[in-house]
């Protein structure tokens, strides 16, 4: 958070720099100091605010195509007589750590057609979602692994698996 406040500050510092405080000037004086942030990270106490950053503006895009790509698919096995659903209730395994990553994870998943976060079991680290349109747990686990991978470096976690874990609840 001390990143947004600092170039919040810079940003503010620069439309008084300039003397005319407009939008324009306001988004010029957030990309400047959104430059200085990654140009000082250490010494300015930012961390890593530019790369969580990036990987938020990454996320925002992979799910906009996901979202799309999830709605169209809907819609056409809307249109089929018989549609090959296939619904079913998985246990995923997460790798997320912290509240608020795994709230974010079980909304991406609700928002998005075709699945639905139903619960989470916090001793086991396990949410408990309903899928259609996956051919078997794996592929259905292997989907929200997808959108749990989007997430992992937005919150700062590595986001390599662990396949025995995946594989335990297969």
Do not use: C
């Not at 949410?127 to 996956?134: Q, R, T, W």
């Amino acid at each position: 958070m001390r990143g947004v406040s600092l170039n919040i500050l810079l940003a503010i510092v620069w439309t008084l720099f300039v003397g005319e405080f407009s939008l324009r000037e306001l988004a010029i004086g957030m990309l400047l100091g959104f430059a200085i942030l990654s140009i000082f990270p250490l010494s300015l106490g930012t961390g890593n605010y530019v790369g969580r950053a990036l990987a938020l503006v990454r996320f925002v895009f992979f799910f906009v195509r996901e979202l799309t790509v999830a709605n169209i698919q809907v819609a056409l096995w809307a249109l089929r007589p018989h549609p090959p659903l296939h619904p079913m209730i998985i246990a995923y395994p997460l790798r997320l750590r912290g509240d608020n990553g795994q709230t974010v994870l079980a909304a991406t998943i609700t928002l998005m057609p075709g699945s639905v976060a139903m619960g989470f079991n916090p001793e086991r680290s396990v949410l408990y979602a309903h899928v259609i349109g996956a051919e078997n747990p794996r592929a259905a686990r292997a989907s929200l692994k997808k959108v749990e991978d989007a997430l992992l470096p937005l919150y700062g976690q590595g986001a390599a698996a662990d396949p025995a874990v995946l594989e335990e609840n297969a």
